[in-house]
Protein backbone atom coordinates (compact mmCIF):
# COMPACT_ATOMS: atom_id res chain seq x y z
CA UNK A 1 0.00 0.00 0.00
CA UNK A 2 1.53 3.43 -0.90
CA UNK A 3 0.35 6.37 1.71
CA UNK A 4 -0.01 9.90 0.61
CA UNK A 5 -2.97 12.23 -0.47
CA UNK A 6 -4.37 14.24 -3.43
CA UNK A 7 -4.44 18.08 -4.16
CA UNK A 8 -7.17 19.49 -6.21
CA UNK A 9 -6.73 22.83 -6.82
CA UNK A 10 -9.44 25.09 -8.67
CA UNK A 11 -12.15 22.21 -8.85
CA UNK A 12 -14.92 23.40 -10.98
CA UNK A 13 -16.84 20.06 -11.17
CA UNK A 14 -17.28 17.09 -8.12
CA UNK A 15 -19.72 14.62 -8.59
CA UNK A 16 -20.12 11.36 -6.21
CA UNK A 17 -22.79 8.42 -5.28
CA UNK A 18 -21.18 8.72 -1.73
CA UNK A 19 -23.59 7.72 0.77
CA UNK A 20 -21.34 7.80 3.63
CA UNK A 21 -17.91 9.37 5.16
CA UNK A 22 -15.06 8.20 2.87
CA UNK A 23 -12.33 9.49 4.58
CA UNK A 24 -10.53 6.23 5.86
CA UNK A 25 -11.44 4.66 2.02
CA UNK A 26 -8.58 3.49 -0.02
CA UNK A 27 -8.12 4.38 -3.38
CA UNK A 28 -8.45 1.42 -5.37
CA UNK A 29 -8.23 3.28 -9.08
CA UNK A 30 -7.99 6.33 -10.78
CA UNK A 31 -9.08 7.00 -14.40
CA UNK A 32 -8.23 9.88 -16.31
CA UNK A 33 -11.49 10.83 -18.39
CA UNK A 34 -10.31 13.99 -20.23
CA UNK A 35 -7.52 16.71 -19.85
CA UNK A 36 -6.93 20.02 -21.50
CA UNK A 37 -4.32 22.51 -20.50
CA UNK A 38 -6.03 23.74 -18.16
CA UNK A 39 -8.06 20.86 -16.24
CA UNK A 40 -8.09 17.46 -15.65
CA UNK A 41 -11.33 15.38 -15.07
CA UNK A 42 -10.70 12.27 -13.06
CA UNK A 43 -12.91 9.06 -11.74
CA UNK A 44 -11.82 7.59 -8.41
CA UNK A 45 -12.86 4.46 -7.45
CA UNK A 46 -12.80 3.45 -3.67
CA UNK A 47 -12.44 -0.12 -2.23
CA UNK A 48 -15.80 1.18 -0.19
CA UNK A 49 -17.09 1.19 -3.91
CA UNK A 50 -17.78 4.98 -3.97
CA UNK A 51 -17.11 6.29 -7.06
CA UNK A 52 -16.10 10.33 -7.05
CA UNK A 53 -15.67 12.66 -10.28
CA UNK A 54 -13.61 15.78 -10.40
CA UNK A 55 -13.05 18.01 -12.08
CA UNK A 56 -9.49 20.33 -11.12
CA UNK A 57 -7.17 22.95 -12.76
CA UNK A 58 -4.38 21.18 -10.99
CA UNK A 59 -3.68 17.66 -9.44
CA UNK A 60 -0.93 16.67 -7.20
CA UNK A 61 -0.11 13.54 -5.37
CA UNK A 62 1.88 13.53 -2.15
CA UNK A 63 3.42 10.87 -0.78
CA UNK A 64 3.09 10.32 3.21
Partial sequence: MIK???VF???TYFETDCVKDFDADEILEVVLISATQSLE????VT???NIIMIE????EWHSL
Fill in 4 to 6: GFV
Fill in 9 to 11: EDV
Fill in 41 to 44: KVKI
Fill in 47 to 49: DGV
Fill in 56 to 59: AGNV
